[in-house]
């Protein structure tokens, strides 16, 4: 049955696994293929505030197999499938075989899970690395041999990984102090202290991103709230997503209209699952999925860190609880419970697997449309051209940016735009994160005052809106 389950998580995985790179996996592929792997770790880590783990997979790997868009995203389907086996591991040698079979189904349709698992990025790395780790703790507190040489490595996949990933450490802590597993405590701090000594060589670099992460937080004070910086909102938006994705509706009404129903069900099956857990059981689950996300918060006061896919490695807590709730159910409720949680889960992922615009930044399709326009030149708010449109474009459109300074503040730090499109009867400016690099939409107004009307838009998925300006 597990390898039903594992068949159906491959295949869902790998609907519309070519779909356009965004801008992180741009940047990241792109850097990549210019860096070597020294430099990938000391140089261009340093901007991109994550540990080194996921930037060697992907030198490594695009060495081997190439950068297309399904090539540099295979890894992440691996890990992805991967979990989805150690959480029936985990349900099994948690409760029961059983709830370990419907906990990996329910991972294996998981509409978030499934978004991650298809994106060239870190997070499914972190949830198998926290899985993993999980389920040797497990192992180790049902007083089974676990080789303190696992615990260490399992650790450092947790430290190599993400950095919201390194919550589950403190939720560890909290339910061996809770559950009176003392004994166990000091060969699990051991572990972790070896862990930490083994990945000390990385805090350099650490600390160097935090300096970065400083500058950019004082010069883009609206950043925040694209990385993760404290909302009210983020942790209950954080289980909305586990449960449907990253779909949403424009209609805001009829879409809380719908949430209501379905997250009350899952919420009440959670709740259902719970009672009828042991106080160990409980704990373990009940710490994995609560303490990263309060932790997560509190830190997001002073350092943007919480937006809900960073702590996808609580998902398969998640879904643990609630396939605990379905089993606790006989008969025929217990198949109307399945096939609702299951019918909701399969949908959302359907809708975001076949609807584009629930798919990533369109930029394939935006460099499409510029090769058969071509136009003389394009412009970018930003102070110079964008990973993703050069990863398409190939060099193969006259493209600049049109900033001197990001963010532009006044028109000082907008490039002299007369003489970059003096020769030109016809520009295109893109748009995109204008509101974070341009607000005041000062390129545009130069523009305009330069004799340049606006003559067409058009509109691309994630990326936005391209503006047609002709001189008048």
Known sequence: MIWIILGIGVVLRLISLNQSLW??????????????????????????????????????????????????????????????????????????????????????????????????????????AVSVNVYLLIKLIKGEKVNLIFLIISNLGILLSDYVAYFIFPAEFIFLLL???????????????????????????????????????????????????????????????????????????????????????????IWQGARKLDNLQKSFLITWVVIPPLIATAISLVVPVYNYFR????????????ATGILS??????????????????????????NPVYQREDWRGLVDSFQSLKPSIILFESSGTLPPFDYYAKGGLNAKGALKDFPARDENSVSDLGSLIKSYKEVYLVDYLVQISDPNRLVAGKLTGLGYKKAGIKNFNGVGFVYHYIKE
């Open 23 to 128: 801008l992180d996996e741009g940047i990241n592929i792109m850097a990549a293929k210019s860096f070597s792997l020294a430099g990938m770790v000391t140089q261009y880590a340093v901007a991109d505030f994550h540990p080194p783990g996921w930037f060697i997979i992907l030198w490594f790997w695009g060495k081997f197999f190439g950068y297309s868009e399904v090539a540099v995203r295979i890894p992440s389907v691996i890990f992805g499938v991967i979990t989805i086996f150690i959480i029936y591991l985990i349900g099994k040698k948690l409760v029961s075989k059983n709830l370990g079979l419907l906990a990996a189904l329910l991972l294996s349709v998981n509409p978030l899970h499934i978004y991650y698992s298809q994106e060239a990025r870190m997070y499914a790395l972190a949830t198998l």
């Open 179 to 269: 559950s009176k597993k003392k004994e166990f405590l000091k060969k699990w701090f051991i572990a972790l202290v070896a862990a930490t000594i083994l990945g000390s060589w990385w805090i350099p670099i650490f600390l160097s991103q935090l300096n970065v992460g400083a500058v950019v937080s004082a010069n883009l004070p609206t950043w925040k709230f694209v990385v993760g910086g404290f909302d009210f909102k983020t942790v209950p938006l954080t289980f909305v997503k586990f449960i449907i994705g990253r779909i949403s509706l424009t209609d805001k009404v009829l879409y809380y209209a719908i949430l209501l129903p379905v997250c009350s069900l899952f919420f009440y099956l």
């Open 311 to 322: 702590v996808l490695f609580i998902v398969p807590s998640f879904v643990i609880l609630v």
């Open 329 to 354: 159910f006989k008969n025929r409720l217990r198949y109307i419970f399945l096939g609702s949680v299951v019918l909701v889960e399969v949908f959302c992922a359907l809708v975001y697997l076949i």
